[in-house]
């Protein structure tokens, strides 16, 4: 991988640090791997894949943590801020990896390199501290017990102006395997375990500086394109707009009536996204049936009515606002912080909650509290814990409460109950600290109900032991099919389902000529989700924010080319995503997990389907599914990749790795 002139588009550098060797290496990366795999996640599975050993213990100094931005993170486009965070996740045994927006991304890739691999653990606790191509392995037994947000304040103190820092709380300190790793006091990284993997390699923090301007091909270019595609962020929002957004919530029950998509115009999406942030459609999503109540068995109409979930939707969570957030390079600032008022937090302002966060404290706990909600999301964020896998965790608790497989276990005279804010905001702080029962609760719902026994595991929901996200693949089937055989499997946003009749992705349906199918015809779905998937690779691994498909048509291509030089067509973009996606499974396959993908929860997929509302009726055929994507994705029937496929995508050693899989 050594070797090769500096191209424009990236730095070709990366820093490899071995914590228990104490060692910092800076090594040159050939230009050619960029083109192959961009960054991001790519560069993240391609460095991993060579040279982690098969078999890593997750929690071991053989797992590689690697912190990297995508290609085009830093470069100054529009929506382009992202960061990921990759390793072998302790949750699902495979591929794991988190993306995460902020300002930690773009600062990082300033310090003039491409990405930050850690491998190995240290005696006691430490951080690193980037400042440029310099890198220090510093002690950090002062910081080490301290929540995110206190942690950030005093690295940014000891650093200097213009740093940024992404670390872990006391969740992860503790190797609670649904921790998150926190930037910016609130923006998480939070997915497949690994602020587990900081907590065991006892690395508490990354800070970040640098002063290193990313070499592109063509600036002139790169700035048409931004005022091109920004003058829809510019002009003035039609009058219309919230009239549309409020008038879809009206007809909240037509539509799940009639198991219709809601959409809608450019300028109302980013009206809604600029104003409410993803909360603008809890209430919505919850009526629609696309939110999954009461732990994935209910039914929003009757068990979360319009009423209930409006509560914790638009207009009520942005009365809690005090100012709009947006992370690094974005026209449409979709975050917002909300004052604390009354709460016994250090802090007083915090991010407001998401739209997951308020499904995962919200329907699936049949609460509408939203002053609960925002206390429990300000909690997560500073103790570190990711609310998805923590809201499904404490739903998972109360339904084994409610037939009696806690009693006697949940200590200190705390009960379960659905809806009791005040026992919920409880057991997650219990959960963050592995007290008493959040010690049972606190890696996850897999590992909780085999620890509790009693059929405690029909009440768990997730896929392969990463905790469902807020989207029900019996209202999008194509999520469920995503949640099965996707290499981090339970992940929305890999693939999102939502997105495959957007604007900005009907050239890619276009150029292989694919006409979308009905929601619930089956035997195209694997095609359908193939296509996308290879599209959100290249979103990714350029370090795109997904929400930028739903705003116009961000010209990604143009980007990357001017970025580059490389002047890279459509149909080589989508390649690109197709070898990354094949590598990440790849990964899993040497490590020995199934082919075809894991198994999704009985209610999860639909049996017995639900006998009233809008998802009434509806069981997937995970099946058919399977089988087209493998067909598309040029798998065998039982999902492992051709030698044909690997060969024409480059990826020969692989094949080599993967021959005794095959028949």
């Known amino acids: ?19 228990s060797e104490g060692s910092i290496e800076l090594e040159t990366l050939s230009p050619s791997l960029y083109r192959e795999i961009l960054g991001g996640y790519g560069l993240g599975v391609r460095v991993l894949y060579d040279r982690m050993p098969a078999g890593a213990d997750p929690l071991g100094p053989d797992n590689i943590l690697g912190f990297v931005p995508g290609l085009l993170t830093g470069a100054g486009v529009l929506f382009g801020g992202r960061f990921m965070v990759v390793g072998k996740s302790p949750l699902t045994g495979g591929w794991g990896d988190a993306n995460c927006g902020g300002h930690f991304g773009p600062v990082l890739r300033s310090a003039g390199i491409d990405g930050l691999f850690v491998s190995g653990v240290s005696e006691e606790p430490v951080y690193l501290a980037v400042d440029g191509e310099r890198v220090i392995i510093e002690d950090a037994g002062h910081l080490w017990g ?7 304040r005093r690295l940014q103190e000891e650093m200097g102006r213009g740093a940024e820092v992404m ?11 649904i921790a998150a790793i926190i930037t910016d006091k609130g923006r998480a990284a939070a997915r497949s375990g690994l602020a587990a993997v900081m907590g065991a390699k006892r690395l508490k923090a990354v800070v970040a500086r640098g002063r290193e301007r990313l070499p592109v091909h063509d600036k002139g270019a790169l700035t048409q394109l931004n005022q091109e595609y920004g003058r829809i962020f510019k002009r003035d929002t039609s009058p219309l707009s919230p009239l549309l957004f409020q008038l879809t919530n009206t007809v909240a029950p037509l539509i799940r009536l009639l198991r219709m998509k809601p959409t809608g115009p450019t ?14 459609a ?24 319009l009423k209930r979930s409006k509560k914790i939707s638009d207009e009520a969570v942005f009365e809690r606002q005090v100012r709009s957030y947006g992370c690094r390079y974005c026209p449409v600032r979709c975050g917002g912080i909300v004052h604390m008022e009354g709460e016994v937090h250090t802090a007083e302002e915090a991010h407001k909650p998401e739209y997951e966060t308020l499904a995962a404290f919200g329907p699936l706990l049949l609460n509408d509290d939203l002053e609960a909600i925002v206390e429990i999301n300000s909690l997560c964020d500073r103790l570190g814990l990711d609310t ?6 404490v739903a998972f608790a109360i339904e084994c409460a409610e037939h009696g497989l806690l009693d006697g276990k949940l200590g200190d005279g705390l009960a379960l109950s659905w809806g009791d804010a005040e026992a919920i905001v409880e057991l997650v702080r ?8 959040g010690d049972v609760l606190a890696d996850g719902v897999k590992r909780a109900a085999q620890r509790i026994g009693e059929g405690a595991e029909a009440f768990a929901i997730h896929a392969g032991g990463q905790e469902l996200p807020m989207h029900d693949a019996r209202y999008e089937p194509v999520l469920g099919l995503a949640y099965a055989v996707d290499p981090t499997p339970g992940r929305h946003n890999t693939a999102n389902g939502g997105f495959i009749d957007v604007e900005a992705l009907r050239d890619v349906f276009e150029a292989e000529d694919i006409s979308l199918s009905g929601r619930y015809a089956y035997d195209q779905k694997g095609t359908e989700f193939a296509l996308l998937n290879r599209a959100m690779q290249v979103v990714n691994c350029a370090g795109l924010c997904m929400f930028s498909l739903m705003m116009g048509r961000p010209p990604v291509r143009g980007w990357v080319n001017a970025a580059t030089g490389w002047g890279v067509s459509l149909e080589e973009l989508l390649r690109i995503g197709h070898r990354v996606q094949v590598l990440r499974h790849a990964f899993n396959l040497r490590e020995g997990l199934p082919a075809a993908g894991v198994s999704l929860p009985d209610r999860a997929k639909g049996r017995p389907p639900l006998e009233k509302g809008p998802l009434r009726g509806v069981s997937l055929d995970m099946e058919a ?31 080599d790795d993967l021959r005794g899989l095959r028949r």
């Not at 301290?146 to 950030?152: D, H, I, K, P």
């Not at 300028?267 to 809604?272: F, K, P, S, V």
Request: charged content about 20%; cysteine-free.
């Open 1 to 19: 991988m050594a070797g090769g002139r500096l191209s424009q588009g990236f730095f070709g550098k990366a820093l490899f640090v071995d914590l």
């Open 146 to 152: 301290l929540e995110t947000v206190e942690t950030e």
């Open 167 to 177: 670390s872990i709380g006391p969740a992860g300190e503790q190797g609670s395997l």
């Open 267 to 280: 300028d109302t999406i980013i009206h809604l996204y600029r104003k409410y942030g993803t909360s603008g």
């Open 282 to 305: 809890t209430a919505l999503s919850t009526e629609v049936g696309d939110a999954p109540v009461w732990n994935w068995r209910g039914v929003a109409a009757r068990d979360f009515p």
């Open 388 to 393: 998805i896998s923590t809201g499904s965790t």
């Open 430 to 437: 219990r959960i963050a600290l592995r007290d008493g029962i």
């Open 625 to 655: 599914m399977k089988q087209d994507y493998f067909r598309a994705m040029g798998y065998d029937e039982n999902g492992v990749p051709t030698r044909e496929l690997l060969d024409s995508l480059g990826l020969t050693r692989v094949a």
